[in-house]
Nanobody, 121 residues
């Protein structure tokens, strides 16, 4: 069984910062891409940032220059540093990882339970 456990969400004023963490545990052979998604009330879940196994990254246009994704492969952990937060960043943030549980198997997507980020104006 593989689990993704997120932490670091909370309430912050506009202009503030938060750092989200997501640790993968369980039967893991390798982790390919990892990423963060968010879902605001009444909206679809959308990609925030994505980091591949080689360290290359992608960001949603709305967070470029404010958010930074990183990973610690030794700890199977992905981070999202969020600076200059805006009220429109308010959402539940979900961690995602493409994980192989055995060498001969293809990777599959795993999701965390979500962590609430609320930015007050």
């Amino acid at each position: 069984q593989v689990q993704l456990v997120e932490s670091g969400g909370g309430l912050v004023q506009a202009g503030g910062s938060l750092r989200l963490s997501c640790a993968a545990s369980g039967k893991i052979f390798s982790i390919n891409a990892m990423g963060w998604y968010r879902q605001a009330p009444g909206k679809q879940r959308q990609l925030v940032a994505h980091i591949r196994s080689d360290g290359s990254t992608d960001y949603a246009d709305s967070v470029k220059g404010r958010f930074t994704i990183s990973r610690d492969n030794a700890k199977n952990t992905v981070y999202l540093q969020m600076n200059s937060l805006k009220p429109e960043d308010t959402a539940v943030y979900y961690c995602n990882a493409d994980i192989k549980i055995a060498k001969i198997l293809v990777g599959r997507d795993y999701w965390g339970q979500g962590t609430q980020v609320t930015v007050s104006s």
